[in-house]
Nanobody, 114 residues
Framework: VQLQASGGGLVQPGGSLRLSCVAS????????IGWYRQAPGKKREVVSC???????HYADSVKGRFTISRDNDKNTVYLQMNSLKPDDTAVYYC?????????WGQGTLVTVSS
């Protein structure tokens, strides 16, 4: 499975971005996908995940601001990020698993700054 994350960039506080994670080499239909982020000097943390039956989970820090969704026809998972804060600045990665094997996208940088 190859994951390609995109959509990051520089945005002002209060702004919005939509991240995309496109999978190739395998269908995402039956698998959960997660978005993680890693800020400078900090550990990677889970932001949100979506199950194969569209159940969702969010970190407390992003609840009410971020929305995860999936389009199985496009083999893509999205992360809509609204009301962005400077603390959201990080490299964002998408992730999935096949059995015990983890697959990570290459990361996309989100910078929230005025």
């Amino acid at each position: 499975v190859q994951l390609q994350a995109s959509g990051g960039g520089l945005v002002q506080p209060g702004g919005s971005l939509r991240l995309s994670c496109v999978a190739s080499g395998s269908s995402l239909d039956y698998y959960a996908i997660g978005w993680y982020r890693q800020a400078p000097g900090k550990k990677r943390e889970v932001v949100s995940c979506i199950s194969s039956d569209y159940g969702t989970h969010y970190a407390d820090s992003v609840k009410g601001r971020f929305t995860i969704s999936r389009d199985n026809d496009k083999n893509t998972v999205y992360l809509q990020m609204n009301s962005l804060k400077p603390d959201d600045t990080a490299v964002y990665y998408c992730h999935t698993k096949r059995g015990l094997t983890s697959y990570w996208g290459q990361g996309t940088l989100v910078t929230v700054s005025s």
